[in-house]
Every structure is written in structure tokens, then in C-alpha cells.
């Protein structure tokens, strides 16, 4: 894998178009040759204006802002679609976007053509297309619509093949403007799940949305925008905190933006011998909100000790948001006799593979003595959020398979790589 | 040169994209692709019968005049054909030029190439009222058909070069469709497709003018091969493939200059 973005002062500046220019006509190119020169600068309208960024291989950076920040010329900037007016955009590996409700389809032609030219576009070779057509096929789920030209598709067909084909492509750059709004909470559900598993191969992603839980639990980071410029950037809840906070107020302040870890004595106590920095779930060695059900993760806990202890325990405890209990564990239950706690670092519970149904999860953590005097006990440490093709009740979801002898089925194609049957003759 | 390498490295998908304009022309009729030998057939029908009972035009030589009109009209059909769907060919692609990284060269490539493939299958028809004509000795057989092939060349420069200057402008400024229909009313009239330039008695202005057409020099060449089987002198050639090389080397440079803002003007 190797997607990076690298945005040197990069200016963008469209002209304008339709009744303020003169010079949509030959005719009036000609007979307004005078006042073209005097009027370039109020013909000009700065779409963006020194933006610096930087985008390393396997981050997933979201871009908010209001209406016209932006955001969207920013992302059509990276993939190449538009050029800066001044300043540079390196960007490298392969990059596919989603821009505007679906990638780009003719039409006039069928789905399935328009897939292979996508395709070609973006790089693939025929065969390789040939070979995935199945796989696009299915993931889009359009049923008899994938042979019918685009044109007569509903805006939800068009996002499910242009999201089918933009993911078949194995980018190493995924750039996502709010396509995900479009679709059915089913299909949501399936790009979500595999979102994160692109996620957790190391693709890179931006990501435009307006949909602040998504950002907090999809970006590492994000950048808020706002008329061209870059208002602040930084760890994604912490941005989506401040943008909240500014939509709500209308106002600009222009004070640092807050953490948004919340310090109030009912959600963390303790006697601050050992202290708790930060719980970070980490999916494939890198930090994340999103973890796909059923892979590898762990829970990473960086500590500071301000006085030194031999009664120590270190635990995690996993809910639901409406308090369900899901899972707790703890060093103590684990067999580990404390020594000595005297020096930071860091301690991390490594999961073989979280067998958990898809939803959203709380994640206490706590640092306590053995009878349980608390140094750090933070509730609601950690939000993450489990995705899953299929949407599975309950908590638990391990991985299983039907057997039968009697019945005779038909499976859907939605399902068939979530579920497998085993028909016995 | 950097267009034909962007053109080279996408041949596949060229190769796709012209595959399915034809498609696209073809497919909506029972006929199929018999579509592309009915249509020349009929046009020569109808000139057939409307220049030998209707109109009898006065015509040195005595040969068939439905056979000379059809032999010029021909290559005019494949660069009027081409640059008329060429003014709309970005503005038509516009979705994949905004959403996907894709070059713009694609399309204008895309729009000469169908409409060459088209002319070459008209061309058996051609061939065809060559030999039936000649078998009933209305017409010698013109054994220097196959020379078409390399009158093709000049011909297709220029309309490649006519169809990407013309595609980008036409982005750039909407009234270019209308200003192209005009101009290629113009262009036919002044060209030597129906009438010959040999022995055309009008002022001697008119026939300065004439022949200062660039278009002149490519008919000529293509119906000197095609129905009067002779070679073209040498002037005419170097003529006809200086034309083609300057309007080529003019349209890729139009295209260069307006490149960057297709897409945001599409």
C-alpha cells in the first residue's frame, strides 16, 4: 500500500460562469476583449485558498465544513480531477473517487459497460475487470438493472455500482463525498463494514461528510474548512467538536479546540496515583474508531504513574450504549500478579478476533488496586463501532454456518459471503 | 506527440469507448450493423436516380456523375460526421470527465476513430458501384483504389485536428455548434465534391478562392484515387498531407491551451 497526499499552498480559483461572464459566447469573447483584462480578479471566485495538508499512507482524514467550504473542490483537487490554480498536489498510488452521488457513468450505456470503462479508468485491466464483474455484480445487488443504460437508475442503483466499482478497483486512495448518505441503511451497513476492512488493509481514505458520528468514528483526523481556508485541523472528535460547537453559535471563536474527553466526576474518578492518558483501539496497528466484526484489534492504554504501586489491575470493560454488559476482563482475572507499577507506558489487551455484533460499544477502562480502591477508573473511555455485512441482533457474533438435509433454500447475494449453508444430501 | 501517448496508453479503453459508439449507432436498428452498408447504398441510389433522370448535370468527361458525387461526398460524410458529434463529445462525456480522473483527449479520439471505422465500412459499397459501373462499361475501372488507404491519412490528420481544437472550444464557448454547422455549410459548397475544379468555368476570383480551400487538395486526391484512377500529381499530395499535418499540429495545440479547464467549464 502506499496512497499519500501532499498539498503545498494550494490555491484554486474557478471563473465565473453562466450570466457574469461575457465570454460564454464566441460573440462575446469578441466584443468584450476590453473588459476582460480590467475584470479578471472579480471574475474569479477562490474556491480554496493556501491549504497545506498532508495525508500519510493508511490514514482516513475526514473534511467538514458547511455548504461551499470547499471540501468537495479539495477532493477533486486530490484526485487529479481538477488542477491547482497555484501551489502543488503530490499525491501517489492509485486513487478512486466517489464524488457526488456515484463515479462517473455515462448515461446512455448500460451498468455493466459503464463498470468496464470505470474500470479501465481507473487502471484495471479488461481481463481484471472480467474477473471482478462478479464481485461488483453482487456487491451493487441491482439485480436485472446492472444490464439496463444508467440513465434509468434511482439514485440509490447509481451509488451502489458506482461504490461497487470505486472498491474493485483496490485503490490505494479512496476519496468518499457523502455517498454514503444515499443508500439504504442496509447497503450503508455492507460499505460501512467494508470501509473498514479497506481501512484495516491500510488504504488511504478522505472523506467528506456531514454526518459528525460518522467522522468521529471513520477519520483519525479531520480538517474543517470553511470559505476556502483551513479553520482548524487536528484529532477528529476534537474537530467535529468545535465545528458543532460553531454551527450552533453562528459564531467564530477562535479558542484552541477542546478535547473531547470528558473529565466530570461521573464518568471518571479515582486518587490519581496511576493515570489513565489515552485508550486507543488499534485495527491493524493503526488507531481507529471502526473495526470490522471478527477481525484481529486490541485496546491500547498509555498510563503515567505519579506515585509508584505494587496493588495494581489494569481492566476493561465493554458495553452497549444502553448498558448492556457485553464483556470485562482484567489483568487480576488474567492470572497477573502485580509487581511494580513505577515508571509510564503503556499496556495492551490484543483481541484474536472481536466477535461482535455490529453496533456501537463503550469501553470502560480502569486502573485500580486488587480490593478495588480506584487510581483511574474512566467510564466511557472509548467509543468504537463494529461494522458487519449483515446486521446481526444481539452482541455476540461469532462466526457460524447452518447444515440442513431437508429444506431447500435460495440465498441472496447480499448474504451469500456473509452466511455459508451446507446443504447434506 | 504527448497527445498520441496519452492516446497509445489508453488504447484499450479507446478501443471500448469506440466500440460502444458504434454499438450505440447500430444496435437500436433490426438491421444491425447491415445498417452501415444500407446507408451509403441508398445515398447512392438516390443520386443515381435524382442526377441521371431528374437533374442532368452538365459534366466533362462523361462519366458517371452519381458515381463522382458519391466518391466525394464519402470522405466529406466522415470529416463533417466527425466534427459535428466532435462539438459535442466533452460536453456529452461530461459526468465521467467530472467524477473520474480521465483524460479529455479520449473523446475527441473516440468521436474521429468511430466515424473513420464508419467511412471504412462504406467503402465495399464504393467498391462495389466501382465494379458493376465498370462491368457495364459506363466507366473504367479505376485500378488505383487502393489508394485510398493513403489518402486516408491526410484526411484523417485533418479531421483529428479539426475535431480537438473544435471539441474544446466548444466547451468553452456554446454557440461553437452552431457557428460549426454553418461553417461546414460553407466548407461543403466551397470544397470540390460536387462539382470538379478541372475545367470549371467561373471567374477567375472564384476559382482562386476555390482552390485556396485546404479541403481542395484532400478530395481531389481521395477521388482521383477512388473513381477517376489516376494519381494525383505530387503538388497535390504534398498538398493535401501539409494541410493535414498543419490542422493536426493546430488542433492539438488548441486543445493543449484549453485542456486544464474542460473540466470545470463542462
Redesign the interface.
Known amino acids: 500500500m502506499k496512497g499519500s497526499i501532499r498539498f503545498s499552498n494550494v490555491r484554486k480559483a474557478?471563473?465565473w460562469?453562466g450570466s457574469r461572464s461575457p465570454?460564454?459566447?464566441?460573440?462575446g469573447?469578441f466584443f468584450h476583449r476590453k473588459t476582460r483584462r480590467r475584470r479578471t480578479s472579480r471574475e474569479q471566485f477562490v474556491a480554496l485558498d493556501g491549504i497545506d495538508l498532508e495525508v500519510t499512507t493508511g490514514e482516513a482524514v475526514a473534511l467538514i465544513g458547511p455548504n461551499g467550504s470547499g471540501k468537495s473542490t479539495l477532493l477533486?483537487l486530490i484526485?487529479?480531477?481538477?488542477?491547482p490554480t497555484s501551489g502543488t498536489v503530490e499525491v501517489t498510488g492509485r486513487?478512486t473517487?466517489l464524488?457526488?452521488v456515484?463515479?462517473?457513468?455515462?448515461?446512455?450505456?448500460s451498468g455493466r459497460?459503464n463498470v468496464?470503462?470505470?474500470g479501465?479508468?481507473?487502471g484495471l485491466?479488461?481481463r481484471e475487470i472480467e474477473e471482478r464483474m462478479q464481485e461488483i455484480v453482487d456487491f451493487a445487488d441491482i439485480g436485472p438493472f446492472i444490464d439496463q443504460p444508467v440513465k434509468i437508475y434511482s439514485s440509490g442503483m447509481y451509488v451502489r455500482l458506482g461504490f461497487a466499482v470505486a472498491v474493485a478497483a483496490d485503490p490505494d486512495i479512496l476519496l468518499i463525498d457523502e455517498v454514503l448518505a444515499v443508500g439504504d441503511e442496509a447497503f450503508t451497513r455492507r460499505c460501512l463494514d467494508r470501509l473498514a476492512r479497506m481501512r484495516q488493509r491500510g488504504v488511504t481514505m478522505v472523506l467528506v461528510s456531514h454526518d459528525l458520528d460518522l467522522v468521529t468514528s471513520f477519520a483519525d483526523r479531520a480538517l474543517y474548512l470553511d470559505r476556502g481556508g483551513i479553520v482548524t485541523e487536528g484529532p477528529a472528535d476534537a474537530v467535529a467538536a468545535r465545528y458543532r460547537s460553531d454551527a450552533a453559535g453562528g459564531s467564530r471563536r477562535d479558542d484552541p479546540p477542546q478535547p473531547a474527553r470528558e473529565d466530570d466526576d461521573k464518568t471518571r474518578w479515582g486518587n490519581g496515583n496511576v493515570e489513565i492518558d489515552t485508550v486507543e483501539l488499534l485495527v491493524g496497528g493503526k488507531r481507529s474508531r471502526l473495526v470490522a466484526g471478527g477481525s484481529p484489534c486490541s485496546l491500547r492504554i498509555r498510563y503515567s504513574v505519579n506515585e509508584p504501586m505494587e496493588d495494581f489491575v489494569f481492566g476493561v470493560a465493554w458495553h452497549r450504549s444502553d448498558g448492556t454488559q457485553v464483556s470485562g476482563h482484567n489483568t487480576d482475572l488474567a492470572g497477573f500478579e502485580p509487581l511494580r507499577l513505577a515508571t509510564d507506558g503503556e499496556v495492551c489487551c490484543e483481541y484474536d478476533s472481536l466477535q461482535l455484533a455490529p453496533g456501537e460499544y463503550l469501553v470502560d477502562v480502569a486502573i485500580h488496586a486488587r480490593n478495588g480502591l480506584a487510581y483511574d477508573y474512566w467510564c466511557d473511555a472509548l467509543k468504537v463501532r463494529v461494522t458487519s455485512e449483515v446486521e446481526w441482533p444481539g452482541v455476540w457474533s461469532p462466526p457460524h454456518r447452518w447444515r440442513s438435509t431437508g429444506p431447500e433454500w435460495r440465498i441472496g447475494d447480499e448474504f451469500r459471503r456473509a452466511t455459508s449453508i451446507e446443504h447434506d444430501e | 506527440m504527448t497527445v498520441i501517448r496519452i492516446l497509445w496508453r489508453?488504447r484499450?479503453?479507446i478501443a471500448?469507448?469506440v466500440r460502444?459508439d458504434l454499438d450505440?449507432r447500430y444496435r437500436a436498428s433490426v438491421l444491425g450493423f447491415f445498417w452501415s452498408l444500407i446507408n451509403p447504398l441508398l445515398l447512392l441510389a438516390v443520386y443515381a436516380v435524382v442526377f441521371t433522370y431528374i437533374f442532368n448535370p452538365r459534366f466533362p468527361g462523361g462519366d458517371p456523375y452519381p458515381l463522382f458525387l458519391f466518391s466525394g461526398l464519402l470522405p466529406w460524410l466522415f470529416f463533417s460526421g466527425a466534427v459535428l458529434d466532435g462539438s459535442a463529445t466533452l460536453i456529452d462525456?461530461g459526468?465521467?470527465?467530472?467524477?473520474?480522473?480521465?483524460p479529455p483527449e479520449l473523446f475527441p479520439a473516440v468521436t474521429v476513430l468511430s466515424h473513420l471505422i464508419h467511412h471504412l465500412l462504406a467503402l465495399p459499397v464504393l467498391f462495389l458501384a466501382m465494379v458493376v459501373s465498370s462491368a457495364a462499361g459506363l466507366h473504367s475501372f479505376p485500378w488505383t483504389f487502393p489508394l485510398i488507404v493513403v489518402a486516408l491519412v491526410p484526411w484523417l490528420l485533418t479531421t483529428g485536428g479539426a475535431v480537438f481544437a473544435i471539441s474544446v472550444l466548444s466547451v468553452?464557448?456554446?454557440?461553437?455548434r452552431d457557428?460549426v454547422g454553418h461553417l461546414l455549410n460553407l466548407l461543403f459548397f466551397s470544397s470540390p465534391i460536387i462539382y470538379s475544379l478541372e475545367g470549371l468555368q467561373v471567374p477567375v476570383i472564384l476559382h482562386r478562392i476555390l482552390t485556396l480551400n485546404p479541403l481542395a487538395s484532400l478530395v481531389t486526391v481521395y477521388r482521383d484515387a477512388a473513381f477517376a484512377g489516376r494519381v494525383s500529381p505530387p503538388q497535390l499530395w504534398l498538398t493535401a498531407f501539409v494541410v493535414g499535418g498543419v490542422s493536426w499540429w493546430l488542433g492539438t495545440r488548441v486543445f493543449a491551451a484549453y485542456r486544464?479547464?474542460v473540466?470545470?467549464?463542462v
Do not use: Q, S
Not at chain 1, 456515484?102 to 450505456?109: D, L, N, R, T, V
Not at chain 2, 468553452?172 to 461553437?176: A, C, F, G, L, V
Open positions: 474557478f471563473r460562469r465570454h460564454e459566447t464566441i460573440k469573447a477533486k484526485g487529479g480531477i481538477l488542477k486513487v473517487a464524488i457526488e456515484g463515479a462517473g457513468f455515462h448515461p446512455e450505456i459497460e468496464v470503462i470505470n479501465m479508468l481507473l485491466g479488461r | 489508453h484499450a479503453l471500448v469507448l460502444r450505440a462525456n459526468p465521467l470527465l467530472a467524477k473520474v480522473m480521465c468553452h464557448y456554446r454557440d461553437m457557428l486544464e479547464t473540466v470545470e467549464a
